[in-house]
């Protein structure tokens, strides 16, 4: 397994698919599982499966199609990941986060990423969705930093800051736009695990504690990655479940899915929102 991919195996990745675009992308839009929908509404779409690109990983979960799709939403021209990759999957952190620096080489600004999350804040219920506002990196605290090895001077620096990793423009628009829809918008923290057992009652207990209100086995890395290399970044979770605190349920994979019928709707009235003010 290869740790970190250099510059050159990203360039490759990049050219391949500004071959295959008749569009040069300004936001990056990755969705989580259940949530593969939205892809369906993007005008003039250019699918490239996964399996077709140098280096890029290819998605194994259910709920996550694997294939890039470019094309507009809203007249802004889009690269939309249909599916994500993971870190539970087998991969490594740099082949976890290869699609982000692939939007980084193709020049685009900004990056929406969603997930599917369980509801760790007690208020939180089944079909609502967050706006993420900081998250809590335990993958990274554990020593799985997407960015370890060597540094990508050409794209950010050693040591980049994460004070406001979620851009608050964009953020404050996600808040505009819920409203005006009468969407309920939770906001929060996530907190990034790297699966993939769902966790236990304890852990729940402790990320609570810790000031989690939502859970989820992704975009912590990806995050990282964006702002490593300057994009703007929004956070969406969708919450799938309810965080069993007391032992008292059993979490499935199956219903991840099914909350994403719900979820969709609203995350794509937010994103179409988002879109039309930038």
Request: contains cysteine; proline residues 6%; charged residues 20%.
């Amino acid at each position: 397994m290869q740790t970190y991919l250099t510059l050159e195996q990203i360039d490759q990745v990049a050219d391949a698919v500004r071959a295959k675009l008749n569009v040069k992308p300004r936001v990056g839009i990755i969705l989580g599982s259940g949530l593969n929908d939205l892809a369906a509404s993007v005008k003039g779409a250019v699918a490239i499966p996964y399996g077709d690109l140098p280096h890029w990983p290819v998605s194994t979960v259910e709920g996550h199609v694997g294939r890039l799709v470019v094309g507009e939403l809203e007249e802004q021209p889009i690269f939309v990941m249909q599916g994500r990759i993971h870190f539970y999957e087998g991969y490594s952190m740099g082949q976890v986060t290869l699609p982000v620096r692939v939007m980084q080489r193709l020049g685009l600004e900004m990056m929406i990423v969603t997930n599917a999350a369980g509801g760790v804040n007690p208020d939180f219920v089944p079909g609502d969705v967050m706006l993420i506002t900081d998250n809590l990196n335990l993958m990274g605290m554990s020593g799985l930093n997407p960015l370890m090895g060597p540094n990508l001077d050409e794209i950010g620096p050693r040591f980049p800051d994460m004070s406001q990793a979620y851009d608050k423009e964009l953020s404050m628009s996600a808040r505009k736009v819920a409203a005006e829809h009468k969407i309920t918008l939770r906001e929060g923290v996530y907190c990034g695990l790297s699966g993939p057992s769902f966790e236990s009652p304890a852990d729940l207990r402790f990320l609570r504690l810790a000031g989690t209100d939502a859970v989820g086995m992704s975009t912590v890395p990806e995050v990282i990655v964006a702002r490593h290399g300057g994009l703007r970044v929004l956070g969406l979770s969708g919450i799938s479940n309810k965080a069993n605190l007391d032992g008292s349920t059993v979490t499935t994979h199956q219903e991840v899915i099914e909350a994403g019928k719900i979820i969709t709707p609203k995350m794509e009235t937010i994103i179409r929102g988002v879109l039309k003010t930038i």
